[in-house]
C-alpha cells in the first residue's frame, strides 16, 4: 500500500494507549520510542492492514521533550 494513516497525540501517554489499542490484533512495524524529533514515534498495521504512524506532538521548544 502507498499511503499510511498518521496520528500525532499530545503527549507520550496517549500516544502509547492509541499505538497499543491499534496494533491489537496487527502486526507492529517499529516500536513506539523515541527518536530524536519526538519523545514517541512507532509503526504498525492495524488488524485490518491499514499502515499508521504514530508521533507526539513536539515540545514548544523543539526538543521532541
Given amino acids: 500500500m502507498g499511503i499510511a494513516l498518521s496520528y500525532t497525540a499530545a503527549d507520550l501517554a496517549t500516544a502509547d494507549t492509541v499505538f497499543a ?20 514515534f512507532g509503526m504498525c498495521l492495524d488488524r485490518y492492514g491499514v499502515p499508521w504512524i504514530v508521533d507526539t506532538a513536539q515540545s514548544s521548544d523543539g526538543s521532541g521533550e
Avoid at 21 to 40: C, K, R, V, Y
Fill in 21 to 40: 489499542a491499534l496494533a491489537d490484533g496487527g502486526e507492529i512495524q517499529m516500536p513506539l520510542g523515541p527518536t530524536f524529533w519526538s519523545e514517541g
